[in-house]
Each structure stands twice: as structure tokens, then as C-alpha cells.
């Protein structure tokens, strides 16, 4: 007979923080959301920490190089999806090891004999206002000019009209030599009134544009995620099938930390990854695993060598696992298990294994809960998938915007390597779906973090392990749970858009 758990299996929804003390030193501006992302002794610090405790999602749809490079810069880490070739998977690491604050290589590229039809359209997916012109409209050919804005005007010139004709061309532009400095393109910026410099390399060929926009940013930030050489931290994901040939080529291009992306880590097979991680590189490569929702699923990865572990089967915005197969566990439930098996761990052995709660994040109190459970951090997909800087198209859907979001088990994405199947997907464990596009991750960001910070203020707490030291949770009942939002009123229709 099956064993039977104790309890119905629960998730965020249903808990709530019950405030504490707050002396006069809990402002939000004294709060720190430091957190581990590694593995550390008792009595020694984690080799890599995050400011913010947020993680991009290992998807398609989610975490490209422009996502970890906005994400760094905020304090967290993305891991850049596995599901492509190891050499577009090495060369996305790559561009973000190599990026440079400030310089922004060129999305949106025409070449002259495109039409203005052509450029608006563009603009409508990319929001984008320049446009790079080259001569084959990819970055790989001789740069010739560029368009904005200022260039055309919709009302009296035909979409069909060639580019040729109204960009302006290279030797009417103000433009850098490959090599200069960001404070000198500022310069150049201020000094000619422009609202972007385009920067040459030397066989002609548009390496990257310096927007004026972009000033304030370009300043210091001090949230940003660096190495030792102050360059931004990125994570990357890789499964369990081509790991002999991915993981050297991602280390090769910079990862500074891996994570095996499975729907189901209790398995003998991230038992072999972790053991090659270790006999190859000993500690230096650091790795998570998952994903796991049990006690002893926790204590299996633990002991064959993982630097952190990630918890959730079913609970993520695009995810049917549960509909599909009936596998997997309320997300809260599974995470304050997985929590004391860790707590449990560490008390025994002294070895501190950070928690990753990851998918089913649906307001940004549910991060606050998972945090007081004791989660280390989150990893979020449909949250980032609705920013500008996510990989997936913009497009227009009843009137307004969204943005593109699906899952890894969709036909879209056949990551096939992430179910363990044999070369092919015998049946969907997830959906493709659009979400509201909500604009800048920065804007986004401030607001969830802010919110967070005012949660544990009213908790008395400064720090993450203060925090989860004095959260008290209490189960919500269903009819609090209608209490808790708005009700009893006539909503104004604005008043439905400011609230989520
Ligand atoms: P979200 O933050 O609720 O959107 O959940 C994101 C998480 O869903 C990811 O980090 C994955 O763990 C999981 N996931 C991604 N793709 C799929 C899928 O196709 N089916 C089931 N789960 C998925």
C-alpha cells in the first residue's frame, strides 16, 4: 500500500506573515537581502553571494545573455537556458563575461534595401527607436548607417520606401573608434548633442552602440553582481545527457556557476553529473541540482556533492507536470521539508546547503514567505519573462501588449534532455503562453524589492537569517483569503491596474 503524508500538501497562497516588534532602526533602507548561493562551512562565508535573493529561470523564454547582464546588474544571477547547442549556450556566456557597462551591442539591423514598413514593424516587437543599417542587416556585415526616429515620418512617406533613401548614412554620423572609453563616448554624447554613438571596430563592422538614455545607469551601481575581475556573474544550465561535452565548454567561456535543469532530481542520473563535476574539477566548479520536493531527495543530492539545491515539481506558471503525470507537491509543503532536512543536514555535518524555491511565484509576498520558510533565494520565470529584457517577442493581444512565455516541456522548447526522455518529448508537460508586458526589469525590480524590505521591517528583521529567525506564519482559511484582497467595493478600473 502507498505511504500516505500527514497533511494536505499547501503552497504560498495559503500562509501569512504575522508583523513582530520593529524598533526605529527597521527602514527599509537598512535592509539587507545579501544572501548565500553556495555551499560554506559553519563559521565561513559562502564563496558567491547574491544581493538581491532572485534567480532568472533556466528557459528559453527567460534567460539569454541581455536577461543575466540586467540581472547582475541588480544584484542576482541568471542561468542561461540549455536547451540549444553548447556553442550558442558557451558564446551567450561569453558575451556576458565580456560585456561592458554602457556599450550595447545592436538588436534591431536592417539592411538598405529593407522599407520603412520594415523598421516600424521592428519597432512595434523590439521597441526599439535606432536602428543599425548594414550591409546585410546582420552585425556580421560592414555597419552603413543608421535610423531613428528623426529620420522618417509615417504620414508622408510610403512603407514602402527604401531605407537607402532616408537613414543617414555613415559619413554624416558622429561616431568612436573600437577601444574607447565609456567616459569619452559620455563626452562625445554631450559634446554633439546625440542621443546614440555608434562604436566601429576595425574592419568597419558596428560593435556597439553608447545610448545617451543609458547615462544615469552607466554611473557606478552599486547592487551590480561582479568577479574578482569586475566582470557581471552569470549562471548556466545543463542536463544530464550531453554534460560530458557541455559543462567543460561552458566553464571554458566563464560560468561561474552551473545548475542541472530536470523536472526530477531524486535520480541516479544527477548522481553521475555531480560525480564528474567532482572528479574533474574537485571543488573549484560549483553546481546545483534538482529539482526536488522531499526529505530524502534533499539528503541524495546533499551527499553526492551539491552546491545548492533547487525545490519544486509542478508549481510553475507554465508548468502541467501535475495535470500530466500526478507528480509533484504543494511548493510550500515541499519547501519547509526540504528546509528541515537542510537545517537537519547542517547541524549534523556543519555544511550550510543553500535552498532555491523554485517556480509558482505569483505575487511578490509569495518571495517573502518562501524566504521566512527558509528558502535562500528564488527562481522566478514567468516574473522576468514579462520585462523588456527577456528573449521572447512583444506582441499586441486584444489591445495590449504581452510578452511571448513557455515552458521547457512544450513542443516549442522540446527539451526533451530536461524529462529524461530518449531524443524526443512522448508528451507535453508544459504550455506556451503570453503574459502583460510590464516594461523595464529595473522599474519591476525596485517595486518587488521594496515590498520585500517593508515586509521584514514589519517583522522586526534586517537581514534574511534574522528574518527567517523571527517570521511567524499563520495558515490563511479561504474566507480570509477573500478578506485579504480588495472586497465589498466597486473596483475603478485603474484601481484593478495598480493593485498585483
Ligand atoms: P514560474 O516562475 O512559475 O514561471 O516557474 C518557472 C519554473 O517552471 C522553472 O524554473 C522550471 O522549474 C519550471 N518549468 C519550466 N518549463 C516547464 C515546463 O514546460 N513544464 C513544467 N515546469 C517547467
Known sequence: MAYFYQGESRTFSEYLLVPGYSSAECLTKNVSLKTPLIKFKKGEESNINLKIPLVSAIMQ??????????????????FIFASQSVKNQAEMVKRVKNYKAGFVASSSNVHPNQTLGDILKLKAKTGHSTVAVT???????KFLGIVTGKDYRVS???????????????????????????????????DNKLNALPVIDASGKLSAFVFRKDYDSNKENVMELLDSKKRY???????????????????????????????????????????????????SVKIGA?????????????ENGADFVKVGIGGGAICITREAKGIGRGQATALIEVVSARNEYFNE??????????????????????????ADFCMQGRYFARFDESPTNRVMVGGNYMKEYWGEGTERARNWQRYESEGS?????????????????????????????????????????EFQDKARLTRVSHSSLIEGGAHDVYLKDTFGAQRS
Not at 550591409?135 to 556585415?141: A, F, M, R
Not at 508528451?427 to 517595486?447: H, M, R, T
Open 349 to 374: 555535518t556543519g555544511v550550510y546547503i543553500p535552498i532555491c524555491s523554485d517556480g509558482g511565484i505569483v505575487h511578490d509576498y509569495h518571495i517573502t514567505i518562501a524566504l521566512a520558510i527558509g
Open 290 to 302: 534538482g529539482n526536488v520536493v522531499c526529505r530524502e531527495g534533499f539528503r541524495f543530492l546533499a
Open 425 to 465: 518529448l512522448p508528451f507535453e508537460e508544459g504550455v506556451d503562453a503570453y503574459v502583460p508586458y510590464a516594461g523595464s526589469l529595473n522599474e519591476n525590480l525596485k517595486i518587488t524589492i521594496n515590498k520585500i524590505k517593508a515586509s521584514f521591517c514589519n517583522c522586526g528583521a534586517l537581514t534574511i537569517p
Open 61 to 78: 523564454s527567460v534567460s539569454d545573455d541581455k536577461m543575466s547582464i540586467a540581472l547582475a546588474k541588480e544584484g542576482g544571477i541568471s
Open 135 to 141: 550591409e546585410d542587416g546582420t552585425l556580421k556585415s
Open 233 to 283: 556573474l552569470v549562471g548556466a544550465g545543463i542536463n544530464t545527457h550531453d554534460y560530458e561535452e557541455r559543462i567543460p565548454a561552458l566553464v571554458g567561456a566563464g560560468a561561474d556557476v552551473l545548475c542541472i535543469d530536470s523536472s526530477e532530481g531524486y535520480t541516479e542520473w544527477q548522481k553521475k553529473v555531480l560525480t564528474f563535476v567532482r572528479n574533474k574539477y574537485g571543488d
Open 156 to 190: 508622408r512617406m510610403g512603407s514602402s520606401t527604401l531605407v537607402s533613401e532616408f537613414m543617414v548614412p555613415l559619413e554624416k554620423l558622429v561616431y568612436a573608434k573600437e577601444g574607447v572609453t565609456l567616459s569619452e563616448c559620455n563626452d562625445m554624447i554631450w
